[in-house]
């Protein structure tokens, strides 16, 4: 049975079978690169590609039947050492590329204590990694996969037109999405209408993340589970889910810029035993203008989604995918 290979893909089990087959082999491919770590851009490849495993294999449950080894849990626990080692490579890149040719030499000079305790962490969090991938779990994983590509097996679901349940995939995690309480940051209630607070000066915004930083984090793991989700049918919708998967991705987006931000803070304060506004002043600074810059980018679109008529439109663009595209 190779159904990834049709022309035209109409049952639930046929998305399902596409989308492991996909993700699974872009997994494959990086992995010797990772092994090696020869290539910054494999590892984030190959962490990507498990992450869109991951949510292929969960949110295509309903429809699969795979073996013990292919679980949210084994997969999940890949993903995030991968994502361990991932990080350090991104904080580490930002910290030489976006922040350090902007401060002065003697700032420079105090950031190389970090940059020695990174490539110390880095070395660990590798092992880690390396032997992550010649485990047993890993191996089980990908014969799992192996075996069930070669001769899949369904649940009773995945008989269904992929048009009778599209829908009822999508909506129940855009509800979770849009009834988040992390779109509630920087808000008041006004006579049972929520108002943006806006015109916060940066100290404001950094009490508030300091706060509720962790709630938005959140929004942002949220925002990420849909766009993966969305990314699985693009193919079936038309300009306005475009829109609104665009949409979501820049929420992540933004949101991850100001939770990197808050990350890069916390860990240089972890390695130089002090506060950055301490040894650091310069960086501290446009840390937090980087963030105060998020804020404001995110503002906009959290007023978009907090209003009725987009929430509206976008469960009404879900449950309406192309005509004629799907049979």
Sequence with gaps: MKLATQTTVKTLGDYAYQAIEKHFKKTLKWEKSVKKDEDPEALHQMRVGMRRLRTAVTRFGLAVDVSKPVSDKNIGKIARRLGNLRDLDVLKESLENNYKPNLPRKEQESLQTAFTAL??????????????????????????????????????LASFSIQQVLPDLLLPEVSNLLLHPGWLVGTEFVDSEVKIQKNWEPEKIEKQLTIEGGI???????????????ELFSDLYGESYAAYLTEVKNIQEILGTMQDSAVLTDWLSDVLKSEIQTQLPTLAKLLTENRYQSWKQ??????????????????????????????
């Design 119 to 156: 490539a110390k962490q880095r070395e660990d969090v590798l092992s880690s990694v390396q032997k992550t991938l010649k485990d047993e779990s890993y191996k089980s994983l990908k014969d799992a996969l192996d075996k069930w590509l070669e001769k899949p097996s369904y649940q009773p």
């Design 216 to 230: 938005l984090h959140s929004l942002r793991k949220e925002a990420k589970r849909v766009r993966y989700q969305m």
């Design 298 to 327: 995110w503002q906009p679109l959290q007023e978009r989604y907090l209003k009725v008529e987009t929430k509206h439109s976008f469960h009404l663009t879900i449950l309406h995918p192309l005509s004629g595209v799907i049979n």
